[in-house]
């Protein structure tokens, strides 16, 4: 089983839609947790920090389950600028990162 | 903007070749990565380190071998290039004991052909 699963998708939206990926991990003493986004043939870059408390950052909302060991990622009012793949990562005790493999994104015009 | 650069961004070069791909960051980094991924797969872990004189292969087998020296650089080394090495290849860089919101962040990447 792989530390950490997500939906590959594609995802195809309309534009102003609301989205939400789900990323679920499997070892419970998972510390930390980010989403980052990756653009076509670029490097992954970091989206954003997922608390217990939940964050928002504009239209981006991340969420964090940890009874249900799952992370979430909740885009609203979709732009075009939106495509683009969308990686969870998780770290572990130790500095062990896990990254999920990708959900894609294509908003519609 | 994270301060980790790659050179060359881009490169094109013949089976048998001997190559060097560098990565550098300026941010004091102790832990650094090397990542591989094909168009559109996910990315795969193929070498690691801790810090100074610590190389460590990761979870996806390569040919290519590592070098920590200095803790700003993290060169990769393909002995012998083939056509099976083309991809791009992915320099990350972190913090040696991870934080609340201390993550990794990436190099720009190097996009390998091999003829």
């Known amino acids: 089983r792989k530390e950490v699963e997500q939906d590959p998708g594609p995802f195809n939206v309309p534009e102003g839609a609301t989205v939400a990926f789900n990323c679920t991990y499997s070892?419970?003493?998972?510390?930390?947790f980010f989403w980052y986004r990756q653009d076509c043939r670029k490097e992954p870059k970091l989206l954003m920090s997922?608390?217990?408390s939940g964050n928002e950052d504009g239209r981006f909302t991340a969420q964090l389950n940890r009874a249900s060991q799952y992370i979430s990622l909740l885009i609203r009012d979709s732009k075009l600028s939106d495509s683009a793949t969308y990686l969870c990562?998780?770290?572990?005790?130790?500095?062990?990162?896990?990254f999920g493999t990708g959900t894609s994104l294509t908003v519609i015009p | 903007e994270a301060d980790i650069y790659q050179t060359p961004r881009y490169l094109v070069i013949g089976t048998g070749k001997k190559i060097t791909l560098e990565c550098s960051q300026t941010m004091g980094h102790d832990k650094m990565y090397w990542y591989q991924q094909d168009p559109g797969m996910e990315l795969h872990l193929i070498h690691y380190s801790y810090g100074v004189n610590s190389t460590e292969k990761g979870d996806l087998s390569s040919e290519s071998t590592v070098s920590r020296i200095r803790t700003e650089h993290f060169p990769l080394t393909l002995e012998s290039a083939r056509p099976s090495h083309t991809s791009q290849y992915l320099c990350?860089?972190?913090?040696?004991?991870?934080?609340?919101?201390?993550?990794?962040?990436f190099g720009p990447g190097t996009r390998l052909t091999v003829l």
């Open positions: 070892n419970s003493a998972s510390q930390s």
């Open positions: 990562v998780v770290i572990l005790v130790g500095n062990q990162f896990y």
């Open positions: 997922v608390y217990s």
């Open positions: 990350a860089s972190s913090v040696a004991w991870t934080g609340a919101g201390d993550t990794q962040y």
